[in-house]
Every structure is written in C-alpha cells, then in structure tokens.
C-alpha cells in the first residue's frame, strides 16, 4: 500500500500543468462510524477502529475488513498508532483493542483516561502499558501538544454533540502531522461555535489537509465553508453518518464517508486558502 501511494505521488508529481498544483499526498479509507485509516508515504494510523455496537442506526466495521485489521494484513499492515476519540461503545471497544494491542507491540495508542481505564481494567493489561498514552484534559483547558516516532499530535477536548448533555464525556479532537501533511479527527464533538471561537489560535497556527468532522456538522448550504474558515481546514469528509443516508445530507451535496472501504486521496492543491501562520 505505501509503495502504491509513493506511485500516486510521482506520477502526480510528473504529470501536465493541469496537475501541477495539486498532488496526492496520503489517502483515507473508511472503516464504519467514525473509524478511519490514514496512510502516507511512510507512517500509517487508525481512528476509532474497534467498536462493537452501532445502535443500529451507524455502520460497523465489516468482519472481513476487521479480519485483516486483526491479522495484519494490507491495507491494515504495520499500522503506527491507534487514536481513540472517545470511549462510547460505537468508537471503542476494550476487548478487541487490548487483543489488538497485545499482538502488535509496536503499535502505540492516544486515547483518553476514560477509555484508558477500560483497558485497565482486562487481565494482563500490564503488558501493553508501555503502548498506551493516556490523554486526561478538561474543556477550555490548553491543547496538548505530542511528538514520538515522526508524528506531530495535537489533542484538546471538545464537548460530546449534545453539550451542555454529556459533558462528562472525555471527547478528544486530534490534529496529527505524519509525513508532510496535516489530518484532523474531532470525535464526537459539539458543533456549537462557543467551543470553537476561542482556539482561533490554535487553528490557525496550522492548516490541515483533512478534517473528518460527524455529519451534524453539515447543517446548511455555507456551514461547509464556515468550518473550513473556523477550523483553517482545506478538504472535509463527513463521518458519524446512519446507514440510511439522511435526505437533506444528500441534498448538500457535502462529501462523508458511509460505505466501509470508501477511499479519499488526501490533497495538497498549493493554494492560498489553505494557511498556515
């Protein structure tokens, strides 16, 4: 899979003048829910990719798509690092992680003292304590700011969709940097402007190529560039979207992932929207 994507990116890279600001710098392949895999030239990671429930109303991750990520086998071969938003059962399951973990020993997982806990909790959970980075913050506290095996991680905790609900719920929002480009996953996270407003900085301190950000997000016509604006976001992908694709998501004609093995190339198109200060 990496040698593919070092295929795209020179064949992009050596293409005509139409191509010329613009080429493929990693790609995005959508696992159900809120679960994706981000690979780059040389680094590969997964968001929220171990759930068993979906309340039947959001997608799962297909057996035989979890078959591969259990056994290692490509696209899901020598993943980097796991990256859990939150501990709900529809983005995270402890059993399938710890199993996981404990088999891959190199793989190392970001996750919140919430869903850190739950793993606490399982026989021989010691073994795998040395993969585990726990990630404890309160809302309007400063982002966190992680660096370890060629990656950039930046967390902060943002409400879970339905604040001032739910405001135990330890919701994480990652922005990492992995081989040149920038990816944002925000969890669950509340689309209130108020969580936002105030982290002008941070947002802007750094562009990201791709947000994935959950299909409540997408309220109108001009909330798509809203967020880009807010967020200093050049590409969106909606996740968190039911099986049954709702009409008026449709209508937007927004982009969000809702079939397991969907792919996106990640972007670089060189132009001045996309700002980093």
């Not at 973990?101 to 399982?122: E, G, R, S």
Request: hydrophobic fraction near 40%; charge should be negative; glycine fraction near 4%.
């Amino acid at each position: 899979m990496r040698f593919i994507i070092k295929i795209l990116i020179l064949f992009v890279l050596c293409s005509n003048n139409s191509f010329a600001s613009q080429y493929v710098l990693g790609t995005a392949h959508y696992l159900g829910n809120e679960g994706v895999m981000i690979v780059g030239e040389q680094k590969k990671i997964l968001f929220d990719p171990l759930f068993d429930k979906n309340y039947k109303r959001f997608t799962l991750v297909p057996e035989k798509l979890k078959l591969k990520m259990l056994g290692n086998i490509e696209p899901f071969k020598n993943i980097d690092a796991i990256f859990i938003s939150h501990s709900h059962a529809d983005h995270f399951d402890a059993n399938e992680l710890s199993s996981y973990l404990h088999k891959y020993q190199n793989v190392q997982l970001i996750a919140p003292k919430q869903a850190i806990d739950k793993l606490k909790l399982l026989p021989d959970h010691k073994k795998i304590t040395k993969q585990l980075h726990e990630i404890s913050m309160e809302v309007g506290e400063k982002p966190i700011e992680i660096f370890f095996d060629g990656f950039q991680i930046e967390v902060l905790r943002i409400p879970h969709v339905g604040w001032p609900d739910r405001a135990d719920v330890e919701n994480l929002v990652y922005r990492v940097t992995l081989d040149n480009f920038t990816v944002m996953h925000l969890g669950d996270s509340d689309i209130d402007p108020v969580h936002y407003l105030p982290l002008s900085n941070f947002w802007s301190k750094k562009a990201t190529h791709h947000a994935f950000i959950p299909g409540v997000f997408a309220v109108d016509a001009n909330s798509e560039l809203s967020i880009k604006e807010l967020l200093n976001v050049k590409r969106i992908t909606h996740i968190h979207i039911p099986m049954n694709v709702p009409d008026n998501l449709k209508e937007l004609k927004v982009d969000f992932f809702s079939i397991p093995d969907e792919i996106r190339e990640i972007i670089d198109t060189g132009s001045s929207e996309l700002k980093s200060v």
